[in-house]
């Protein structure tokens, strides 16, 4: 090879040479023609030899990938994992990949209309109106004050479209807000909201679309909660009632340690609710705080910075739903039937959607009623043992509190009545008397009214509970329990239009019947101690053989 180029180096030198002699150059002129030409071809040389050296790197690569992709199949079927199902995963998670890059392209082009729009859209205005030209005096406030005039004009036309997403967010109230990660995105119109879907407006859920994805929005609490909690702000700066919050919390107790402490939080419900309710607090931890400071952590330094304690303070005083799913499907390493937590702008926050809800199920064959509610049972056994240092407990078991997608899949998505038990901070002895429901709406009160402390020491043993309740309100198609008021809650009504639907088990196969109707009272009542466990072990077998049609 080095001979090759020395021979070519002497062919293009004495041809450069010819060429100066027949153009007639003079001595340095044909040093700078024939210099030139050198740097030319090293140029070219190097850009074919790198090019060669990039193929020739990648062929390594994917040589090596290929090695490796099939060494890491090889000890997967050495564990015994199926290879049918290992590489349908495969397929799924690249399929994944592909997808998340074709979204982000495809935003990255919607931002960049968007930006391109609003910029003509300010053209337009300066054209059309020259008194709003941005190089006269006020102009950009005379422009605010049109648009605003425009908004309503539009509330006149549309009355059902005033309350637009933007105002739902009330950004401008931010650090006393749930967050900020999804403001710009939402400013340039990637966040879409039906506002004019009042179907949840009463628990502040707005459906939408964020990029491709089908989304919820969720205010959480109420206006007056809101109201309430601007309010403590200002007192607590020594400031009218309509103070500017977004100022003012950095200047309050509300960012400083001392909120922060068991003590604090167990009575901080006063600050925005009326009443108190079973809820995280009821039984918080330090260990506890601390967990939920990492999910605040932006910047994974240890620390919390003012906006940083602003959100998270916010989110427990409010409604802790943002700090559980925050924590959940943002930092916990292992997948929970929960949505997933995308963000927040303002005083919003925006899940993925779990689907319809799970009233939707009723009508649906057996076999996959039959799925759905193995599905609950093994959620409750996920709740209970899914985590050796903490216990999920949640009692509000409806309809409403659940979804299920297109592919079959439950999720939970009401967190209202959602605790975490610290298993090291809670150790009870274990339950050797049998607990019905009455027991248990007892154990719940004490809870609530927080007359003792170590109520919540008892909370794992009292934790198969749950089964009883997502038999008898989600479950059981008999009798007895379709007449069972809710025992969570504190005015049951017998009459209510949840007693009248139909739960997930109706109409088993006529052969299962008897058996179904015995494993769901053994569900419900417990006649001795371990009984229930017993009874659900047993229906979760005689749902999965079900649920693959093995009856």
Known sequence: MPELWTAMDSFIMASARRWCRRLHYSGWTRVLFLLTLMIAVGFIARNYWQVEDDLEARKRISNGGDKKYAQ?????????????????????????????VKERGEALAKEAQAKAKAKANVVRINIHKPELNPENQHSWKAIEKMAA???????????????????????????????ESLCEQAEVGLITMDVADKTLEHKGVYFGHFRNTEVVAKRLVGKDGWTRFDEFICQNASLPKDCDVSHMISDTVLVTDNVLQVSFLQDAWRIAHTRRSIAMEACMTDRLIELIKTAYDENVNGKLSKTERAYMITALLLNPEAALLKH??????????????????????????????LGSAIESPWKERANIALQLLEMIDKFRNGDPKWVVIFVDFSFNNFAVNNYGRLTLIDFDDV??????????????????????????????????????????QYSQMMYALACVRLLSHLPEHLSEPNPMDPKPDKHRPDSERPRLLWGPPEQEAKVLEELLRGCVEENVAGGRLEAVGELKTFLRRNAKGEN
């Open 328 to 357: 959940f499907t943002s930092r916990a390493e292992e997948y929970w039937p929960f949505p997933k937590y995308l963000g927040a702008c303002g005083r919003v926050i925006l899940v993925e959607s779990g689907g319809k809800l």
């Open 149 to 179: 005039h425009d908004e309503i004009e539009d509330h006149k036309k549309q009355p059902e479209q005033y309350m637009t997403f933007k105002r739902l967010m009330d950004a401008k109230k931010c650090p006393a807000c749930y967050g």
């Open 419 to 460: 605790m975490l038990i610290d298993r090291e901070e809670f150790v009870g002895e274990n339950k050797t008397e049998p607990c019905d429901l009455k027991c248990f709406k007892t154990f719940i009160s004490q809870i609530e009214a927080m007359n003792s402390y170590d109520s919540c020491s008892a909370m794992p």
């Open 72 to 100: 890491s199949i090889q000890e997967l079927l050495a564990q015994g994992i199926d290879e049918k199902r290992m590489r349908e995963a495969l397929r799924q998670k690249a399929e994944e990949v592909h997808r998340i």
